[in-house]
């Protein structure tokens, strides 16, 4: 099936989009939706992760404390290099499965993977098309600030950790400016929804 990568910075708007594409019937894969999957209890990929890491990225119930996990590894980039090598190849095969089972499960002729990481990683090999979510980065910090419990520091060390913004842009097919209302933004998703359903038939 004919997929479109979804990206953006954190903060972005990437769900806000998702969100409009899934009006129009579109089915989206959320990569970080993969990414909970695959280190749910029961998953190899949690033994690892507590083995190495310890009890303090372990809740009470056995489930991960993606938070502790989150502000450690981010604080500390050989661990989450680390991290990366076991959970990235996992989180590909979860999208591929999901992905696949789009095509007999939506009407669309195309599907969206939404994944912060898509440039970032091979998931980009995924897909035929790549639109950026773009807003400028002090916009985009205070977003993020205000939906998140992330610190300020904490948030800039994400950031640091996908591509520079005009680096993002460059590798686009196609970009949605979110610095205004999200009217602004869903109108330019339905024209992009246009564009992307001609060439999905095309193709």
């Not at 981010?74 to 989450?80: G, K, S, V, W």
């Not at 209302?181 to 998703?189: C, G, H, I, R, T």
Request: proline share 4%; with cysteine.
């Amino acid at each position: 099936m004919f997929t479109v990568g979804l990206t953006g910075g954190i903060g972005s708007g990437k769900s806000a989009a998702a969100a409009r594409f899934r009006h129009h019937g579109v089915n989206v894969v959320d990569a970080d939706l993969a990414a909970r999957v695959v280190v749910q209890p029961g998953r190899p990929a949690l033994v690892a992760i507590a083995e190495h890491f310890g009890a303090g990225v372990m809740q009470a119930d056995g489930s991960l404390d993606r938070a502790a996990l989150r502000k450690l590894v981010f604080d500390h980039p050989e661990e989450r290099r680390w991290l990366e090598q076991l959970t990235h190849p996992l989180i590909r095969e979860e999208i591929i499965s999901s992905l696949a089972a789009s095509a007999s499960t939506h009407t669309a002729p195309y599907a969206i993977l939404e994944s912060p990481l898509l440039i970032e990683t091979s998931q980009s090999e995924l897909v035929q098309r790549v639109c950026v979510v773009d807003i400028p980065e002090a916009l985009q910090l205070q977003r993020a600030s205000a939906r998140d419990a992330n610190s300020v520091e904490q948030i800039r060390n994400i950031m640091a950790a996908q591509l520079p913004r005009a680096e993002r842009c460059a590798k686009a097919d196609d970009i949605l400016d979110n610095s205004g209302s999200l009217e602004f933004l869903n109108a330019q998703v339905d024209a992009l929804h246009q564009k992307y359903v001609q060439l999905a038939t095309q193709t």
